[in-house]
Structure formats: C-alpha cells, structure tokens
C-alpha cells in the first residue's frame, strides 16, 4: 500500500482525478459528526481497496432517524432515515456509505448501525482527510473517518468503521478493531491492541503493548498503564475504573 502525504494519494492518482472519478458519498447520520465532516470535504479523498485507489468525492446525502427527508444539514440534504440505507444505496449503485456517528453517549450505537443498515461490506468507503499520514505497511480497513493530523505507523492495523480524530497517533504494530474511536490527540504507543468498539477519550496516553477491551471508554486525558478489561469506564493518571459503560 502507497503512504500518503497531506491525505493524497500517489501522485499519479491525484493528477487523473477529475469530475468522472469523483465518488459519491452519503453519510450514516447527520449530527455533530456529519457536519465537521461535510465541513472538511475539501481536498479528502475516499479510500476502498487501500490507499492506492484513494479518490475525491461530493457527499450528496446523509441518513438520520431524528431528521425528516427533504431537510438538510449544512446544505446536504437527509435522503431518509438509517433504515432507508438499502433503498438509496440501490438508487445511487456508485455511491459509498461513511458511518458518521461517534460520541461518548452514542459509540455504543454503532456497530448496530451498520448491521441495521444491512449494506456489502463494499458499499463502504473510508474518508482520508488532507494531513493524515498512513505508513506503507499499515492497513486501513473501509467506513472510517481519519482526521487531519493522524498518524498511523508502521504494520498497524485498523479495521473497518473505525475514527480517528484530528492528532491521534496510532503507533506501530498497533490493532484498532472495528467500531472503535480514537478522540482528539490520543497517542497508542506500540502494540496496543484496541477492542472492537471502544473509546479512547481526548488527549489519552496508551503505553505500549496493552490491551484496551471490547467497548471499554478510556476517559479524556486519562494515562493507561495497565490493560483495561472489557466495558470498563476508566479515568485519570494513572488511569483507574471509574464505572461500567
Ligand atoms: C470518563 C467520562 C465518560 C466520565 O463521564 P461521567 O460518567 O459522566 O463522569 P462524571 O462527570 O459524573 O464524573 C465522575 C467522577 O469522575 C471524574 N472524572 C470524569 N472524567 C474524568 C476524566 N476524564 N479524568 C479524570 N477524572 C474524571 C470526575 O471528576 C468525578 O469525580 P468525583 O466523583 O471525585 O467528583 C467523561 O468524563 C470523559 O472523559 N469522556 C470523554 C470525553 C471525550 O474525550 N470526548 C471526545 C469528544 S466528543
């Protein structure tokens, strides 16, 4: 797989994209999310298969249960609720899916999106954002949201629907499984493995080789220097158990 620079990809890809290789993308929700990512289209790129296919896109919709079709979010219009995901993808067959909900009292809700949405694994594109860099080796999987400023190192992995927000470092040899969501500036160091659908809160430190549990939250600014076990809540330095999610 190519690395990229400033969020584009090989050079020869970039220069061949025009308006006939755009990607349509609709987005999974239409909150808080959705609006930041509506707000940073410009100069983003979809990614399928790996970077090496990475290509612009126009977002042309957004699905939400709380929002009525025919209304629109900062200018994107709601083509219907989650469960219309089957319908528009069979309307729009080119355009790629984005799961575009995460919050410390929504995460939870994600993996139960996409299975409501009942959408091929390939109908799902990841949005590499300008400024993110991905090492060589690494793997990125599809639906995932990677923010200006993330780093992904050398033989990471990370796995479908997962975010990445602006300044995450995901070290090298570290797995981030799907559903997870690493907030503003959390740093994986080396090895760590983060189960399917945590949190790990803003401004986090994970020292090297720990495991962080399926769905557990790691609160902001927290310092992790122990495993944290499935769906515990932990806080502080260092970081202790607080409550269950
Ligand atoms: C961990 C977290 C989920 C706890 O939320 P909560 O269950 O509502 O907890 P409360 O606010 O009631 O606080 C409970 C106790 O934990 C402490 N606490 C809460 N969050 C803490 C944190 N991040 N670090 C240290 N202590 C924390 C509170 O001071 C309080 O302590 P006290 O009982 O001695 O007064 C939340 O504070 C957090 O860190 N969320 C992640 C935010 C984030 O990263 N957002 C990304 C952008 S959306």
Redesign the pocket.
Known sequence: MAPTQNGRGPAGDSEAAGPDDERALILLGGG?LARELIGYAMGSLAVEDGLSDARPFRIVGALDDGMDQGADVEGVPILGKMSDAGRVAADKPDARFVLAI???HTYKHRPDIIRRAGLDRDRYATYLMPGAHVAASARIGRGGVLFPGVVIGTNAVVEDHVQL?PNVVVSHDCRVREYA?I??A?ALNGVVDVGSGA??????LVREKLSIGENA??????VVLRDVPAGH?????PAKY??DV
Do not use: E, H, I
């Open positions: 808080g995460s919050a410390p927000w969501t907030a503003s959390a949190y790990v809160g803003s401004g986090a939250l790691v609160g902001m600014g927290a809540v932990v806080v502080g330095n607080l409550r």
